[in-house]
Structures are given as C-alpha cells and as structure tokens.
C-alpha cells in the first residue's frame, strides 16, 4: 500500500508542463511553437491581471513558469508588457 501523501495539484502541473516543454523543444519547430505558445500565456495572464485577477490558475501558472526558462520569450513578454501603474498615486 502507498502511504505517500497525495501531491498539491501545482506541483503536478509543474511537472507536467516542463515534460511537455522539454519534450517540444527538441526541435527547432517545436522550439518555435513553444516560444509562440510562451507569448500567448504571457498575454493572456496580463490580460487577466489587467481585467482586475488576482491570481491566475495552476495551469497557467505552470506554464508560464516553465516558459519564462526561454530567455526569448520573457523578453519578448516584457516588451510587450504595459509600463507599471504607480500603486501610490
């Protein structure tokens, strides 16, 4: 019998994601289609923060975590990204 306590859903779909990942990437093509794919997860959780979220998903979250390992992909995202709100004024 297993006694090991059940993993946090975000662990699991860290290590799901970052497979996934590593496994696209092994090519060129694949690395393409995971930059692209980075970029749209970048948007779509700024858009989300920016429509008032506080957090994002498990999903989500694993994915950009594991995306932002691509150098590429968060500078991109921080190009794209709107300057920051001063939370004082």
Same mark, same amino acid.
């Given at each position: 019998?297993?006694? %090991?306590? /059940?993993?946090? *859903? @975000?662990?699991? *779909? $860290?290590?799901?994601?970052?497979?996934? &990942?590593? %496994?696209?990437?092994? =090519?060129? $093509?694949?690395?393409?289609?995971? $930059?692209?794919? =980075? !970029?749209?997860?970048? +948007?779509? @959780?700024? %858009?989300? &923060? !920016?429509?008032?979220?506080?957090?994002?998903?498990?999903?989500?979250? *694993?994915? $950009?975590?594991?995306? &932002?390992?691509?150098?590429?992909?968060? +500078?991109?995202?921080? @190009?794209?990204? *709107? /300057? @920051? %709100?001063?939370?004082?004024?």
């Amino acid at each position: 019998m297993d006694h %090991r306590r /059940p993993r946090p *859903a @975000a662990d699991k *779909a $860290l290590d799901d994601m970052a497979i996934n &990942f590593h %496994r696209q990437c092994k =090519t060129q $093509l694949g690395q393409d289609a995971a $930059l692209d794919t =980075t !970029h749209v997860h970048i +948007e779509i @959780a700024m %858009r989300r &923060f !920016h429509g008032g979220a506080n957090e994002l998903g498990h999903v989500l979250t *694993a994915r $950009l975590m594991v995306g &932002f390992q691509d150098d590429a992909a968060v +500078e991109r995202g921080i @190009a794209g990204a *709107a /300057p @920051a %709100r001063n939370a004082c004024s």
